[in-house]
C-alpha cells in the first residue's frame, strides 16, 4: 500500500512543481557558482599577467651583464621555482636560470600556460611571458599556478558536492510535499467518495490555512451545502405535495364520481363541473407558483437588474393592499425611510416579494389589527421590514417556512398553497438578500434586507 502510494506521487503537482523549481534553482546556482569560478580565476591569472608584465618590465631594463647575474642569484635563491626566469639566446640556447627549454609561443609580450617538467621533481603548471630583448636574446620570466589549478579544483569540487547537495535535498523536499499532497487528496476523495455514495452531510475537509486546495473545499462545501438544501427542499416539496395536493385531488375525483354516478339535473351538473374546474384551477395555480419559484431560483432575471428604490416598492405593495385591510378593519402603516434605500435588482420581483411578506402578515392578522411596512436603510443596507400583531411563527418553524409547500397544523384551514415565503425565499437568494423571521410580541417580523446601491 505505502509503495503503491509512492509510484503516485510523481503524478502529484507539488512534486512536479518542486521539480521545476529544484530544475529553476539548479540552473540558478550553476549560473551563480560559474560566475564566481569565471570572475575568481580571471582574476587570479590577470594578478598573475600583471606580476609577469612588471617583472618583464624590470628585466629589460637592466645592463646585459647584470641581468644574467640577477637572473642566476634568482635561480639559485627560488629554491622552489615559484618564480623562475630564464634568458635564452637569438637561437634558443640556455644563457641562464632555472627553465632549461624555451616552450612553445606564438607571439611575445603574451601570457602563456604550460606544464613545467621540471628534472627529477613533480611536473608543476606555469604562467609565462617571453620578451625579446635589444640584443636579440630572449627573457622568460614564469609563475607557477599550482595554486590557482589547486583553488579551481576546490571550486569545482564545491559546485559538485553543493550540486548534488541540492539534487539530493531538492528531491527529498519534492517528495515530500508530493506525499503531503497525496495524503491530503486521498483524504479528499475519500470524502468525495463518501458523497457520491449519497451521504450529502459529508463535506470536504480543510486546514484552515486558506490555501489553494482550502479554498477549493470551502467553494465546494459551499456547493454541497447549497446541494444538500435543495435536496432537502425537493423531499419536503414532494412529501408536501403528497399531502397537500392529495386534497383538493380526493375532493375533485370525488364531485365527478358523485357525477356520474347519479342522475343529475343540467343545474346540479353545471355546479359539479364548475366544482371541479375550482378545484383543478387551484392545483394549477400551485404549480404555477411552484414553476414561477424555479424560474427565480434559476436567476434568469438577473437581466432586469436595476437600481430599485425600496421606498417605492414599499408604498406600491401598501396602496395595492390597503383595501383589502380596511375591508377587515385593520390598520396598515407605511413607515418609509428617510435615507436613500436602494440596491440592484429586479424591480418586479421586489414587488412580488413584498407583496407576499403584506399578504401573510395581513392573512394571519386578527380582524382589527395592524401591520407595519417599514423600509430600513443605512449606508451599507437597504430592506424592507413587515411586522404584524398576529399568532406569530414558533421558533422551531422558522426555517421551515420557507420551504414550498409547507403549511403548519394552525394554519390549514387557510386558504393559500404554503408558497408565499417560499417565493419571497427565492427572491432572497436571487438578489442575495438576508430573510430572518423574529418576535414581535406580539405578532411576527419578518425582515428582507440587501446590499445598499449608493447613487
Same mark, same amino acid.
Given at each position: 500500500m505505502f509503495s503503491a502510494h509512492l509510484r503516485e506521487i510523481p503524478r502529484t503537482i507539488s512534486f512536479r512543481t518542486a521539480l521545476m523549481f529544484l530544475a529553476l534553482f539548479g540552473c540558478s546556482f550553476l549560473a551563480l557558482f560559474g560566475y564566481i569560478y569565471w570572475q575568481t580565476t580571471g582574476y587570479l591569472k590577470s594578478e598573475v599577467d600583471a606580476s609577469l608584465y612588471h617583472q618583464i618590465d624590470i628585466r629589460s631594463r637592466q645592463a646585459p651583464a647584470l641581468r644574467q647575474q640577477e637572473i642566476r642569484q634568482h635561480t639559485e635563491q627560488d629554491t622552489e621555482s615559484r618564480t623562475p626566469h630564464a634568458l635564452f639566446s637569438a637561437d634558443d640556447q640556455l644563457i641562464a636560470g632555472a627553465i632549461q627549454t624555451l616552450p612553445d609561443f606564438k607571439r611575445y609580450d603574451r601570457p602563456y600556460q604550460v606544464v613545467w617538467h621540471k628534472q627529477n621533481e613533480h611536473s608543476r603548471p606555469i604562467r609565462f611571458m617571453v620578451h625579446?630583448?635589444?640584443?636579440?636574446?630572449?627573457?622568460?620570466?614564469?609563475?607557477?599556478?599550482?595554486?590557482?589549478?589547486?583553488?579551481?579544483?576546490? =571550486?569545482?569540487?564545491?559546485?559538485?558536492s553543493g550540486g548534488a547537495l541540492l539534487v539530493v535535498v531538492g528531491l527529498l523536499g519534492a517528495i515530500t510535499l508530493g506525499y503531503s499532497a497525496r495524503r491530503r487528496l486521498d483524504a479528499l476523495s475519500r470524502s468525495i467518495e463518501r458523497i457520491i455514495e449519497g451521504d450529502l452531510s459529508k463535506r470536504l475537509p480543510t486546514r484552515g490555512n486558506r490555501d489553494d486546495i482550502d479554498r477549493t473545499a470551502s467553494v465546494v462545501n459551499g456547493m454541497l451545502d447549497e446541494?444538500?438544501?435543495?435536496?432537502?427542499?425537493?423531499?419536503?416539496?414532494?412529501? /408536501?405535495?403528497?399531502?397537500?395536493?392529495?386534497?383538493?385531488?380526493?375532493? #375533485?375525483?370525488? %364531485? =365527478?364520481?358523485?357525477?356520474?354516478?347519479? +342522475?343529475? +339535473?343540467?343545474?346540479?351538473? *353545471?355546479?359539479?363541473?364548475?366544482?371541479?374546474?375550482?378545484?383543478?384551477?387551484?392545483?394549477?395555480?400551485? $404549480?404555477?407558483?411552484? =414553476?414561477?419559484?424555479?424560474?427565480?431560483?434559476?436567476?434568469?432575471?438577473?437581466?432586469?437588474?436595476?437600481?430599485? /428604490?425600496?421606498?417605492?416598492?414599499?408604498? /406600491?405593495?401598501?396602496?395595492?393592499?390597503?383595501?383589502?385591510?380596511?375591508?377587515? %378593519?385593520?390598520?396598515?402603516?407605511?413607515?418609509?425611510?428617510?435615507?436613500?434605500?436602494?440596491?440592484? &435588482?429586479?424591480?418586479?420581483?421586489?414587488?412580488?416579494?413584498?407583496?407576499? #411578506?403584506?399578504?401573510?402578515?395581513?392573512? $394571519?392578522?386578527?380582524?382589527? %389589527?395592524?401591520?407595519? !411596512?417599514? !423600509?430600513? *436603510?443605512? *449606508?451599507?443596507? +437597504?430592506?424592507?421590514?413587515?411586522?404584524?400583531?398576529?399568532?406569530?411563527?414558533?421558533?422551531?418553524?422558522?426555517? *421551515?417556512?420557507?420551504?414550498?409547500?409547507?403549511?403548519?397544523?394552525?394554519?390549514?384551514?387557510?386558504? &393559500?398553497? &404554503?408558497?408565499?415565503?417560499?417565493? !419571497?425565499?427565492?427572491?432572497?437568494?436571487?438578489?442575495?438578500?438576508?430573510?430572518?423571521?423574529?418576535?414581535?410580541?406580539?405578532?411576527?417580523?419578518?425582515? =428582507? !434586507?440587501?446590499?445598499?446601491?449608493?447613487?
Open positions: 625579446q630583448l635589444e640584443n636579440g636574446q630572449k627573457l622568460l620570466v614564469a609563475q607557477d599556478i599550482y595554486d590557482i589549478h589547486e583553488f579551481d579544483e576546490l =571550486l569545482i569540487n564545491a559546485l559538485i446541494l444538500e438544501r435543495l435536496m432537502s427542499e425537493v423531499k419536503g416539496v414532494c412529501d /408536501d405535495i403528497a399531502h397537500d395536493l392529495r386534497t383538493p385531488l380526493t375532493r #375533485l375525483i370525488a %364531485g =365527478l364520481e358523485r357525477a356520474q354516478r347519479r +342522475s343529475l +339535473s343540467k343545474d346540479e351538473y *353545471a355546479t359539479a363541473i364548475d366544482s371541479a374546474i375550482e378545484e383543478a384551477m387551484g392545483l394549477l395555480q400551485t $404549480f404555477r407558483a411552484l =414553476l414561477r419559484i424555479s424560474e427565480i431560483e434559476s436567476s434568469a432575471r438577473r437581466s432586469n437588474f436595476a437600481m430599485v /428604490d425600496l421606498n417605492r416598492i414599499a408604498a /406600491d405593495a401598501t396602496e395595492l393592499f390597503e383595501p383589502l385591510a380596511e375591508e377587515r %378593519g385593520m390598520t396598515l402603516e407605511l413607515v418609509p425611510s428617510k435615507k436613500p434605500a436602494n440596491l440592484s &435588482g429586479d424591480p418586479q420581483l421586489l414587488f412580488d416579494a413584498a407583496c407576499n #411578506l403584506l399578504d401573510n402578515a395581513i392573512k $394571519f392578522s386578527p380582524d382589527g %389589527g395592524r401591520v407595519q !411596512v417599514i !423600509v430600513v *436603510a443605512d *449606508a451599507t443596507h +437597504s430592506g424592507i421590514r413587515v411586522k404584524d400583531n398576529g399568532p406569530g411563527i414558533p421558533q422551531a418553524e422558522r426555517e *421551515a417556512v420557507f420551504r414550498r409547500l409547507y403549511r403548519s397544523e394552525s394554519s390549514r384551514h387557510m386558504a &393559500g398553497n &404554503g408558497l408565499g415565503l417560499s417565493m !419571497v425565499s427565492a427572491v432572497a437568494r436571487l438578489h442575495d438578500m438576508t430573510l430572518q423571521v423574529q418576535d414581535a410580541q406580539p405578532g411576527c417580523q419578518i425582515d =428582507l !434586507v440587501g446590499k445598499a446601491l449608493s447613487v
